[in-house]
């Protein structure tokens, strides 16, 4: 198991990153106000040759289309392909902001 923790400030914002990778699975936790958003998991799913896909389900909390759009868009980039359990509870999910949010776990998994 790997474990680590860091923090970064995004858009001015404190934010903290929690990454756990396990045998088969990874934990991801983002957070700009110290509490766990909604839990999702994500399984890779059989997609296309250029694309990977991914089945997306809501472990604890409220769906959100936006949220979960941008869960996905975070898996895509990191190319996570296990399956991954994310807390994503940040203010801001527009490209720039996500992009460092990818740049930051980039090194932590």
Do not use: W
């Amino acid at each position: 198991m790997k474990f680590k923790i860091v923090a970064a400030l995004l858009d001015g914002v404190h934010t903290d990153f929690v990454a756990s990778v396990f045998e088969n699975t990874t934990f991801i936790a983002v957070t700009q106000n110290s509490k766990l958003g909604t839990l999702y998991q994500v399984n890779p799913d059989c997609g296309t040759f250029d694309e990977q896909g991914y089945n997306i389900k809501v472990l604890f909390g409220r769906e959100d289309d936006n949220q979960t759009s941008s869960i996905i868009s975070l898996m895509r980039a990191l190319n996570v392909n296990n399956k991954t359990i994310i807390s994503l509870m940040i203010d801001n999910t527009n490209f720039r902001t996500l992009r460092a949010v990818q740049q930051v776990l980039s090194t932590l998994i």
